[in-house]
């Protein structure tokens, strides 16, 4: 569940959010080999903030649908990527069952607190239709609070940070196989991880 803080940060910083990160080049490679490992064209983008995702996997013929709490995210997100099936959801609120072919999950988890994690990976495991596919992005590292970036100013947002075997661990106990993991580093290093649901 998102805290009222991370929101209103969110909300404020949707704007300068647009502005610094809608290249389509970004997570470009990642987009390619997650749709690569899809059994068809049903795509949930959880976190999809404004929309560069939800607009770039449209453009590559899937089926798209992206949910976020921000109110500002989403109405940049409309603007972008119209053709994707947009909803105001938190991620404890997913109730779908069996509907996608692979979850996206982009830079977004992180804004969980670990303790709420693991019934939001089961949810994301029963959204999922058989052999589906999830993908997560999460900053590596220790502990998990409210952390400020330079361009935030002085609005902060909660963040949990994960070592590998961490999130590894939380997955394949929430019904999923690791297929691949691999680290980059951007501004920070960057544990990203695609995983395949068990059964």
């Given at each position: 569940?998102?805290?009222?803080?991370?929101?209103?940060?969110?909300?404020?910083l949707?704007e300068?959010?647009h502005?610094?990160?809608n290249?389509?080049?970004?997570?470009?490679?990642?987009?390619?080999v997650?749709?690569?490992?899809?059994?068809?064209?049903?795509?949930?983008?959880?976190?999809?903030?404004?929309?560069?995702?939800?607009?770039?996997f449209?453009k590559?013929?899937?089926?798209t649908s992206?949910?976020d709490?921000s109110?500002?995210?989403?109405?940049?997100?409309k603007?972008?990527s119209p053709?994707t099936?947009?909803y105001?959801?938190?991620?404890?609120e997913?109730?779908?069952?069996?509907?996608?072919?692979?979850?996206w999950?982009?830079?977004?988890?992180?804004?969980?607190?670990?303790?709420?994690?693991?019934?939001?990976?089961?949810s994301?495991?029963?959204?999922?239709?058989?052999?589906?596919?999830?993908?997560?992005?999460?900053?590596e590292?220790?502990?998990q609070?409210?952390h400020?970036?330079?361009?935030f100013g002085?609005l902060?947002k909660?963040?949990?940070?994960y070592?590998?075997?961490?999130?590894?661990?939380?997955?394949?106990?929430?019904?999923?196989?690791v297929?691949s993991?691999n680290k980059?580093f951007?501004?920070?290093?960057?544990?990203?991880?695609?995983?395949?649901?068990?059964?």
């Amino acid at each position: 569940m998102y805290d009222k803080i991370t929101i209103e940060t969110t909300n404020q910083l949707a704007e300068k959010y647009h502005k610094r990160y809608n290249d389509n080049k970004i997570m470009e490679k990642h987009r390619k080999v997650f749709i690569s490992l899809l059994k068809g064209k049903h795509i949930l983008d959880i976190g999809c903030g404004t929309g560069r995702d939800c607009r770039e996997f449209s453009k590559l013929g899937m089926i798209t649908s992206g949910i976020d709490i921000s109110d500002e995210m989403l109405k940049i997100a409309k603007k972008e990527s119209p053709k994707t099936f947009l909803y105001k959801l938190d991620m404890e609120e997913i109730t779908f069952k069996s509907k996608f072919n692979g979850l996206w999950i982009c830079s977004s988890l992180y804004h969980i607190k670990k303790k709420d994690i693991f019934p939001i990976l089961n949810s994301f495991n029963k959204a999922l239709k058989r052999n589906g596919i999830i993908f997560i992005t999460v900053k590596e590292g220790i502990g998990q609070g409210y952390h400020k970036r330079k361009y935030f100013g002085n609005l902060e947002k909660f963040y949990a940070f994960y070592e590998d075997y961490e999130i590894i661990r939380l997955l394949s106990g929430s019904g999923f196989n690791v297929i691949s993991m691999n680290k980059e580093f951007k501004d920070q290093i960057w544990i990203n991880i695609y995983a395949k649901k068990k059964r």
